[in-house]
């Protein structure tokens, strides 16, 4: 091999062929396209092809292996890193594939995509979620090991792997990256080992304009096994020591009290003539001098692309056989486990196969009629605290907000090393309870990771005012359908003093036009019962449970229709007293006034429908017979009631209806001085009603 590769014991010649097959693909592949980003792609294929080739425990043909490491390109735009390496690993791209990178139709889009392409995680693409939610992978994998097999000596479990995330210098950059990695810090997670491409280059430029901080010193605050490899040699020349990286990596996995964060210095782009270290390789091809200088650079004819030798693509195929023996060996260790642990072995099953345990449904609390009742975030509190024995699997927690959003079962420890547990939050590395700290962003990311690991179902805490510092999370979780249940309390002006800066104003209308997200927001207690029970039994996408700090009345059920019909979005409530003239919709904290209104209109003739909307996406996922008899077409007098802007309601107004909305921010004072003074009584909902009404000519 040439003097600036130092491979490790037992690569070939094939494997440094193998590497510059890399880099040529990926020049080749986005000057075909015409556009994306070959820089990291080229410079870090001997690490990519360590990972892959040597070091990660995984099987092309099977890569849903449940005793696979887990590999998270948090540099998402450098897609190639991966893709390439799919590619020649086979687990199910071929070489067309990279020749079709970014276009329609592909298995190769700009950023890897967890649910199009096979062998990828999780989708990345907004720097530092990546990392962040692999933050959620490691913690998973030690949640489901002190499910499984908790008394197994560190490394000897079938259930021990690693998590490998490659990330960039803008990745940490964004701040949701520093908030999981001090999460991950605190929580000791040796079983994380992430690899900084420190070539100090972003889009527009070199690093220094911007990112100057000792960053390798900031990881070893954060509590970090902290490494350097230098292929720059201090800047004197570019050596590639993938042996030095090789025997960093294997070192870090003997660390399992910490991290582990690789500084890798390199070059971006190397070893392209003239165009190696310069940003304009970062996101642009690198035009047909470039492409052709790279190719002579490695010794690969400038007049052919996508060139893959066929001794190259058999040796790196390989993998697969290389990956039977391993896994075989990982076999006897498993059915060992199954053999002595048969219930585990039961639970591990049923977890698998996503399904609920016999029983599943008696451990829904009921909630007597009362017309002071409890807020909706206590109710939830107790379903959890029902659920607790009964869903090993379910675990979660909160942002620092534990005691206000009612996160945290009743007598399960905390998930946290020992030497962190305190005397309020007594815990151990197997723990239940989460604790995120004041970090909404990282917590939302994590939530991410620990459901795409795949066997645990999460959740996570916070004011729903404060779900904006997710949003990003959030947003990336419902692109993914990723299982994620966040617990958004403090749902509206009825949190009271705090005044306009914790009142969720527009956050409804706001998550309400994210693809995917479905909101739930109950009525009462037994809503939120049944809102826990269709979230667990759904067990599809992310959803927002919106519950509120202050009481509200618990429905008498004998009066009104069961709370079971929240599952379908929405229900009618209670019907009118003949054929209805108007139609009440109501979610939340605001059904009682639409309840009130709705006897008073009948008390004056007036037969009117009440209907509880609690989630409007899943209502609209409901076939068109179910929403016309919910919301018949006939009936144009209606009068929507939410405590937020009026936006997601029109549709379902049409012409003639009225909204009882907010359509400002909010004040300090208490919630009853605040819904009186905004309007949100049962008179101003009669008062919308009887002008909806008129407009409809009835």
Do not use: C
Request: charged residues 20%; hydrophobic residues 40%; glycine residues 10%.
């Amino acid at each position: 091999m040439t003097e600036n590769f130092k491979a490790p014991d037992g690569w070939t010649e094939l494997d440094k062929r193998a590497v510059d097959t890399v880099r040529v693909l990926a020049a080749d592949a986005v000057e075909k396209v015409g556009n994306g980003h070959p820089g990291t792609a080229v410079s870090l294929a001997p690490a990519a092809y360590l990972l892959y080739q040597d070091l990660m425990r995984h099987d092309p043909k099977d890569p849903a292996w449940i005793g696979r490491d887990r590999f998270v390109l948090s540099a998402g735009h450098s897609s190639l890193t991966q893709y390439i390496q799919l590619y020649l690993g086979g687990f199910g791209l071929e070489k067309q594939d990279i020749e079709e990178l970014r276009t329609w139709g592909s298995k190769t889009p700009g950023h890897p995509e967890n649910f199009h392409t096979t062998g990828v995680e999780i989708t990345t693409g907004p720097l530092g979620q990546g990392i962040s939610s692999a933050v959620g992978f490691a913690m998973a994998q030690r949640r489901e090991r002190g499910l499984l097999d908790p008394e197994a000596a560190a490394g000897t479990s079938p259930f021990d792997h690693f998590t490998y995330v490659i990330a960039s210098d803008g990745d940490l950059q964004e701040g949701v990256s520093s908030e999981a990695s001090s999460i991950a810090g605190t929580q000791q997670l040796g079983n994380l080992i992430v690899l900084w491409d420190d070539n100090e280059i972003s889009i527009e430029g070199d690093t220094s304009i911007a990112f100057t901080e000792d960053t390798a010193a900031r990881y070893e605050a954060y509590g970090w096994d902290v490494r350097t490899v230098d292929w720059t040699q201090g800047g004197t020349e570019y050596v590639e020591d993938v042996a030095a990286l090789k025997a960093e990596i294997l070192a870090a996995q003997k660390v399992t009290d910490k991290p582990t964060f690789i500084r890798l210095r390199t070059v971006i782009g190397w070893p392209i003539p003239e165009l190696a270290g310069s940003h304009s390789v970062h996101g642009a091809k690198l035009g047909p001098e470039g492409v052709a200088g790279l190719k002579k650079a490695v010794g690969f004819d400038p007049e052919q692309q996508f060139q893959v030798d066929e001794d190259v693509l058999a040796h790196t195929r390989g993998l697969a056989e290389r990956a039977a023996a391993a896994k075989a060996e990982w076999e006897k260790g498993y059915q060992a486990w199954r053999s002595a642990n048969p219930e585990a072995a039961t639970l591990l099953d049923r977890l698998s196969a996503r399904e609920l345990p016999s029983g599943f449904e008696d451990a829904f609390p009921t909630f007597e009629a009362d017309a002071k009742g409890i807020a909706t975030r206590a109710a939830s509190g107790k379903v959890l605290a029902e659920l607790a024995p009964v869903l090993p699997e379910l675990w979660g927690g909160s942002a620092d907000l534990a005691g206000s959003n009612n996160t945290t079962m009743k007598g399960e420890p905390s998930f946290l090393p020992e030497a962190n547990a305190s005397a309020e939050f007594p815990g151990h590395e197997y723990g239940r309870t989460l604790h995120f700290g004041i970090r909404e962003h990282a917590m939302g990311s994590i939530l991410s990771g620990i459901a795409l690991h795949g066997l645990t179902r999460p959740y996570g805490g916070t004011f729903f005012q404060f779900a904006d510092y997710m949003r990003g999370a959030v947003r990336l979780a419902s692109l993914m359908k990723v299982p994620a249940t966040y617990v958004w309390t403090h749902d509206s002006i009825g949190l009271g003093e705090d005044g306009p800066t914790h009142q969720p104003v527009e956050h409804l209308a706001a998550y309400r036009a994210i693809p995917n997200l479905a909101l739930v927001r109950p009525a009462d207690a037994n809503e939120t019962a049944q809102a826990w029970k269709a979230i667990l039994e759904r067990d599809s996408g992310p959803v927002g449970l919106i519950l509120s700090r202050q009481a509200m009345p618990t429905f008498d059920r004998e009066e009104y229709a069961g709370a079971e019909g929240l599952a379908r979005g929405a229900y009618v409530m209670k019907e009118a007293s003949a054929a209805p003239q108007l139609i009440l919709i109501a979610t939340g904290s605001e059904v009682q006034y639409a309840a009130e209104a709705q006897k008073q209109l009948e008390a004056e003739g007036v037969p009117t429908r009440l209907v509880s909307m609690p989630s409007v996406e899943w209502f609209d996922e409901q076939d068109e017979e179910y929403r016309e008899s919910v919301l018949p077409s006939s009936v144009t007098a209606r009068v929507s009631v939410e405590a937020g802007i009026a936006m997601p309601w029109y549709r379902f107004l049409g012409t003639h209806g009225r909204a009882v909305s907010l359509e400002h921010y909010g004040a300090s004072a208490d919630a009853k001085t605040l819904f009186r003074e905004y309007g949100f009584t049962a008179e101003a909902v009669v008062a919308a009603a009887k002008d909806s009404l008129a407009a409809a000519g009835a």
